[in-house]
Each structure stands twice: as C-alpha cells, then as structure tokens.
C-alpha cells in the first residue's frame, strides 16, 4: 500500500535539525512519504545561522507543480519562506491545491536569528494566514503577527483569536516558552482544545516547531481530524525533545527517530 502523501515547503538546515530535514525525518517516522521545495538554504549549526540564500521563485514554484501535478499531496506544511515575494508565491500554489495546510509562520531561528523579512510580515497575514487549515506561531511570532504578547497562560486564548482574524480555519498557540507546564492551545474559534505535556529538563530542542507543524501535517494526510492530528502530534513531538541530543557546541536537535525505538537518549 501507498503511504499517505505529505509535502514541505521550507527551507534547508545544514545541521539536519530543523527546516526540511526534520521535516522529511518526521514523515518517515510516522509512517508517510515525504516531499519537499526547498526555499531557501541555511549554512547553520548548533550555534546559529551563519548564512541564509533564498531560491527564486520561479524554482520554488516549478518544484511544487512537479510534486503536485505528477505524485499528488495529501497535506502541505509550511516553514521558512523568507521573503513576501516566496510568502505569496506558496500562498496562491496553497490556494490552488485540494489539500489541507499547515503553516508554521517561520520567523526566527531557535538561537533569534532572523529567518523571514520583516517586509514579508503583512504578506504571512493577508496572504498565507487565510489558506491555512492549522496556523501554528510560537509566542514569538504571534507577537510578531498580531501585537499580542502572551505572558501567563490566559493570554493564550486572546493571542488565537487575534490570530484567526487573518483567516486560517484553526489557530495552535504553541506557549512552550511559559513557565510551568508546556501547554498549548488549540482553537478554531468555538471549540478549544487544550494540550499540556510536562516540561522536560533537556536543553536540546532544535527543530521542536518545524517538527511539530510536520507531525501535524502527517494526521491530516492519514484523514485524521485537526484536534486529533494535533493531539497525537504533540505527544510525538514531546517524546522527541525528551529524548533530544546534543550535538556540536550549541544547542542539540530533538530526536526524529524515537518512536521508532531507537531512541539516543
């Protein structure tokens, strides 16, 4: 039997922590074939983003159509995009393509280095926002997108309503950088999900977003509804930063491959 299709578009991590690389590390773990446009390549390791160069558009969106038109997608998820002009490049390819979509708003590196232009910012909300079946910022980036800046866990929910605003059928406010708890949540407006997991003592969570927004994508492509999609989602992406590594000077990635028991933890 075939496995469910799930396609990336995002941008490269040299390290193999984050952006397309944990991306197709997560599809294979959780048992779908993976496919990917790439929009940009970093030159980055555990310390940082030493460079970053972003495709032309006109690459980005010939990789697409050559994924879509031929193999077919069950779920797209989105990462890095860097620029308005990729922003709204992906934006119409999403809008023409009868799958749901996950949008991970791509604007900072795990260690603050900046991975999409702050030009690019209205076009992520007018235009990327309103495709988007699951919208998935961390408290940086909604902040960045609404002005709403989340510093208990009541502010979670205004956060996601500011959020919708710009369209996406589901808002996951992702507040990891809280203390306590590492809680989520999960609304579409009028139902509300909320996700806690118990914070892990691990330093090494590189590529904890990129993977989430992945493993989210996965369920989609299974025919999983979004709540349970992000449920099962967040217990893979727990398990994974638990058993995290470390690797370099810097800060280690998660480990992609835990569900599969071989865990480097």
């Given at each position: 039997?075939?496995?469910?299709?799930?396609?990336?578009?995002?941008?490269?991590?040299?390290?193999?922590?984050?952006?397309?690389?944990?991306?197709?590390?997560?599809?294979?773990?959780?048992?779908?074939?993976?496919?990917?446009?790439?929009?940009?390549?970093?030159?980055?390791?555990s310390l940082g983003v030493q460079g970053a160069w972003e495709l032309?558009?006109?690459?980005?969106?010939?990789?697409?159509?050559?994924?879509?038109?031929?193999?077919?997608?069950?779920?797209?998820?989105?990462?890095?995009?860097?620029?308005?002009?990729?922003?709204?490049?992906?934006?119409?390819?999403?809008?023409?393509?009868?799958?749901?979509?996950?949008?991970?708003?791509?604007?900072?590196?795990?260690?603050?280095?900046?991975?999409?232009?702050?030009?690019?910012?209205?076009?992520?909300?007018?235009?990327?926002?309103?495709?988007?079946?699951?919208?998935?910022?961390?408290?940086?980036?909604?902040?960045?997108?609404?002005?709403?800046?989340?510093?208990?866990?009541?502010?979670?929910?205004?956060?996601?309503?500011?959020?919708?605003?710009?369209?996406?059928?589901?808002?996951?406010?992702?507040?990891?950088?809280?203390?306590?708890?590492?809680?989520?949540?999960?609304?579409?407006?009028?139902?509300?999900?909320?996700?806690?997991?118990?914070?892990?003592?691990?330093?090494?969570?590189?590529?904890?977003?990129?993977?989430?927004?992945?493993?989210?994508?996965?369920?989609?492509?299974?025919?999983?509804?979004?709540?349970?999609?992000?449920?099962?989602?967040?217990?893979?992406v727990t398990g994974a930063i638990g058993a995290g590594f470390a690797?370099?000077?810097?800060?280690?990635?998660?480990?992609?491959?835990?569900?599969?028991?071989?865990?480097?933890?």
């Amino acid at each position: 039997m075939r496995p469910p299709l799930v396609l990336t578009v995002a941008g490269s991590d040299s390290g193999g922590g984050a952006g397309i690389q944990a991306d197709l590390k997560t599809m294979l773990a959780l048992g779908t074939h993976g496919m990917s446009v790439l929009t940009a390549v970093t030159a980055q390791n555990s310390l940082g983003v030493q460079g970053a160069w972003e495709l032309p558009v006109d690459a980005v969106r010939a990789q697409y159509r050559s994924v879509v038109d031929d193999i077919g997608v069950q779920a797209v998820k989105t990462g890095m995009l860097a620029s308005a002009e990729l922003v709204e490049t992906v934006a119409e390819l999403l809008g023409g393509t009868d799958a749901p979509a996950v949008v991970d708003p791509v604007g900072v590196s795990k260690h603050g280095d900046a991975l999409l232009a702050a030009s690019a910012l209205d076009s992520v909300r007018t235009k990327l926002l309103p495709v988007a079946t699951v919208a998935t910022p961390n408290l940086d980036e909604v902040a960045q997108l609404t002005g709403v800046r989340v510093e208990s866990e009541g502010d979670l929910r205004r956060a996601a309503a500011a959020l919708l605003e710009y369209g996406p059928r589901w808002a996951l406010i992702k507040g990891g950088h809280l203390r306590g708890e590492a809680v989520d949540l999960l609304t579409d407006g009028s139902e509300e999900h909320w996700l806690r997991a118990p914070r892990l003592d691990n330093r090494h969570t590189h590529g904890t977003g990129c993977t989430l927004a992945s493993a989210i994508a996965c369920g989609l492509a299974k025919g999983w509804s979004v709540p349970e999609a992000v449920t099962e989602a967040k217990k893979y992406v727990t398990g994974a930063i638990g058993a995290g590594f470390a690797l370099g000077d810097g800060i280690g990635p998660v480990d992609h491959g835990w569900a599969l028991g071989r865990g480097t933890a």
